[in-house]
């Protein structure tokens, strides 16, 4: 994982010169006679520019995973993704491994701090601490870890569609500076 200063093929490159194809043939041949595969990257393909907001900007895609069949076997569902910083003409790569799960197990209820500030999340300890008066201590507690555990798991999967939409307005502020930038330097 890192900036192998390369790039794989030509899509990998925007502006200036073309990358040399027997820089990138030699490049993919070292990849591919070591047993590695990329990882895809979420987010911003280009994780290296030059140059923004002049005539000679140049993006590329430098940074990526490589990873072999055994590792991918193990973590089949990892992720990696670019995070957009102003302070660097790279873009960090962050990679989560997810282990390939063999069985299913029962998830433990962990409360997410993130929760207390959504508006729902008192009215639902509340309203569940309430169903259930009468009942045991541990058996309150469980049907309010329950409740709060299902409401979590649906809160959290809107989740992804909300950051890429965040990344895609980002972009295209980054986009919209860029031009406005360009058009007061012609």
């Known amino acids: ?11 990998e490159k925007i502006g200036r010169n073309p990358q040399l194809r027997w820089l990138m043939e030699g490049f993919n041949s070292a990849i ?16 290296w520019d030059r140059d923004r907001g002049t005539q000679h900007w ?4 430098l940074d990526r995973v490589l990873v072999s069949q055994s590792w991918l076997n193990l973590f089949e ?10 302070v ?3 873009l960090p790569i962050f990679m989560k491994p997810i282990p390939t799960s063999r069985h299913r197990r029962r998830a433990k209820f962990r409360f997410e701090n993130l929760w207390i500030k959504e508006a729902n999340c008192r009215m639902l300890v509340v309203e569940s601490w309430s169903a259930s008066r009468g009942a045991s201590l541990i058996s309150r507690l ?6 709060l555990w299902d409401w979590g798991r649906k809160l959290t999967r809107d989740f992804q569609p909300n950051i890429d939409f965040c990344l895609k307005q980002m972009d295209a502020f980054i986009n919209r500076s860029y031009h406005a930038r360009h058009a007061c330097l012609l």
């Open 77 to 86: 569902q990892a992720m990696v993704e670019s995070v957009v910083t102003l």
């Open 1 to 11: 994982m890192g900036d192998f200063n390369d790039i794989r093929c030509p899509s």
């Open 58 to 61: 140049v993006k590329e895609c």
């Open 142 to 147: 469980d049907s309010c870890s329950k409740a």
């Open 88 to 90: 660097s003409d790279h």
């Open 32 to 47: 591919e006679s070591s047993g590695l595969s990329d990882v895809e990257i979420r987010g911003h393909k280009y994780t």
